[in-house]
């Protein structure tokens, strides 16, 4: 693991993002520990787009 890292709890494990650039590095679950993958990635970044839409609606009200 980097040394400038921000780990998160999340359900089911945690993840990690470089403090630096914001960028996840890994991925912690109860089976074990992973480095960040492409698929991971695209998940990550359309689980966040959801709540910044969903927060946009209910701002929006």
């Given at each position: 693991?980097?040394t400038?890292?921000?780990?998160?709890?999340?359900?089911?494990?945690?993840?990690?993002?470089?403090?630096?650039?914001?960028?996840?590095?890994?991925?912690?679950t109860?089976a074990?520990?992973?480095?960040?993958?492409?698929?991971?990635?695209?998940?990550?970044?359309?689980?966040?787009?959801?709540?910044?839409?969903?927060?946009?609606?209910?701002?929006?009200?």
């Amino acid at each position: 693991m980097a040394t400038n890292v921000k780990k998160t709890a999340v359900k089911g494990g945690y993840i990690v993002r470089s403090a630096k650039t914001g960028c996840l590095v890994e991925v912690g679950t109860p089976a074990g520990a992973k480095k960040a993958s492409v698929k991971t990635l695209s998940t990550v970044k359309s689980a966040s787009e959801k709540r910044k839409a969903a927060l946009k609606r209910l701002a929006d009200r």
